[in-house]
């Protein structure tokens, strides 16, 4: 009873903090973004700022990427409630709206994500935060394109006249929340293929995109999540993305719980698989992204 308390006080208590709508988002480019098929919503990537209250900021930032399988987003659950999270924990947050299939496929949405991250970067001033603690989340397809920028990120144009385009796109840390991973295995989350890549994509772009058989040791540390009763995208996912981590000598940690389905989450209305935010805040305290 105790634990059930404690945790529906914790999901009251940022409930509470949050504000009478969402900050203002503004577009990852001046202008039609790269590649736009149009001037809607939805051909226009931004993201959202939620700053950490000065009072608890630490100068750490991460970047969200709602899940939804590369057709839609989950932006309230995977988006707006982690950024609450992550401010409780004097985190700065930002919010992607990435571009969707089927009208958008790669490397659209990897461009937008890079971009993201570049942003953040180049105005670190500004929002506030340390360029070098900036890292990205990501749930289910969110989590395949934040494992997209951790192991296809560039340093940057350094002669590029947009200042942002000369920031590397390369998170600092990245965080997987039962993410799709593989394209190419029995265990692949087909919906999000076909959103990204099409009904007949080439296969060796597929190995490309199957970020488990891309880890170098150059990719950021990483923490995974998953449930094994997961049915939508297989767990499987995140252990060979871990143990591709692991070979390669990068520092990551993967939490495997029994229970539980896909899409969770922080899971605030489970007693058990609530605990999850718990192993990550320790893990970023491991790493001094949080103290």
């Keep these: 009873m105790r634990t059930a308390f404690v945790l529906l006080l914790a999901s009251a208590t940022l409930m509470a903090q949050r504000p009478a709508k969402e900050p203002a988002s503004f577009p990852l480019w001046n202008g039609p973004a790269p590649g736009?098929?149009?001037?809607?919503?939805?051909?226009?990537p931004t993201l959202t700022p939620w700053p950490a209250a000065p009072e608890r900021a630490n100068g750490a930032a991460v970047v969200v990427c709602p899940g939804g399988g590369y057709g839609g987003l989950a932006v309230d659950h995977e988006g707006v409630q982690i950024a609450q999270w992550l401010n409780s924990l004097?985190?700065?947050?930002?919010v992607l709206r990435y571009r969707l299939g089927p009208a958008y496929h790669h490397p659209i949405e990897l461009g937008d994500a890079a971009r993201a991250m570049r942003t953040v970067r180049a105005r670190a001033a500004e929002f506030r935060v340390d360029p070098n603690r900036i890292g990205i989340w990501g749930f289910s397809a969110g989590g395949h394109l934040a494992s997209t920028l951790s192991t296809h990120w560039d340093r940057g144009d350094a002669g590029s006249q947009d200042r942002v385009e000369r920031m590397s796109s390369r998170p600092d840390f990245a965080i997987l929340a039962y993410p799709v991973i593989t394209f190419t295995e029995a265990w692949t989350h087909q919906g999000s293929k076909r959103n990204l890549l099409g009904s007949e994509p080439d296969p060796s772009l597929l190995k490309w995109l199957s970020n488990d058989q891309q880890v170098t040791a150059e990719t950021p540390p990483t923490f995974l999540f998953h449930t094994n009763a997961d049915s939508g995208v297989p767990?499987?996912?995140?252990?060979?993305?871990y143990l591709a981590l692991r070979k390669a000598g990068v520092p990551a940690e993967l939490h495997i719980y029994e229970k539980g389905p896909h899409g969770v989450g922080l899971a605030w209305s489970d007693a058990i698989l609530s605990t999850w935010p718990a192993r990550l805040a320790d893990w970023m305290r491991t790493r001094s992204i949080i103290r």
């Design 36 to 44: 736009a098929l149009g001037t809607t919503e939805k051909d226009i």
């Design 90 to 94: 004097g985190v700065s947050a930002f």
């Design 235 to 241: 767990a499987e996912n995140s252990v060979y993305y």
